[in-house]
């Protein structure tokens, strides 16, 4: 089994776009008028604002985080500070797990957690 889609919910595709393209370093592909998905190693993140696809309700922010594995910590933090729409964790924290991360609140108020690739805690069940 492999996880391969994960969609967060936004009020305006075009924000959105913008501010994921600017964060993660991709263009990615417009999928219909309200879902554009990039591609992060395998695991597709779309973004999705039900409204510019016609369809009526919608959904507030994720309550979980979205976790990225990166192979330069601290240069994604500096990063983030650069995109605009977003708020930055100040400093660099270590979870119980040992995993060395910072969190990221995008525009729409979903959760996202940068962690140090060297640092990961995998737990599989064999």
């Not at 910590?73 to 910072?102: K, N, Q, W």
């Not at 108020?109 to 140090?116: I, W």
Request: hydrophobic share 35%; aromatic share 10%.
């Amino acid at each position: 089994m492999h996880l391969y889609r994960v969609v967060l919910p936004v009020s305006d595709i075009e924000r959105a776009t913008e501010f994921y393209s600017a964060l993660l370093g991709a263009h990615g592909t417009r999928v219909s008028p309200g879902q554009h998905s990039f591609d992060c190693g395998g695991t597709i993140l779309t973004v999705r604002d039900p409204h510019a696809d016609g369809v009526r309700g919608g959904h507030g922010p994720n309550q979980q985080d979205i976790y990225f594995a990166v192979d330069d910590l601290e240069h994604m933090h500096g990063h983030a500070f650069y995109v605009p729409g977003g708020v930055v964790d100040p400093a660099i924290g270590t979870l119980d797990s040992g995993e060395r991360c910072f969190q990221v609140r995008d525009p729409f108020g979903n959760p996202l957690c940068f962690v140090d690739r060297a640092t990961v805690f995998t737990q599989a069940d064999s």
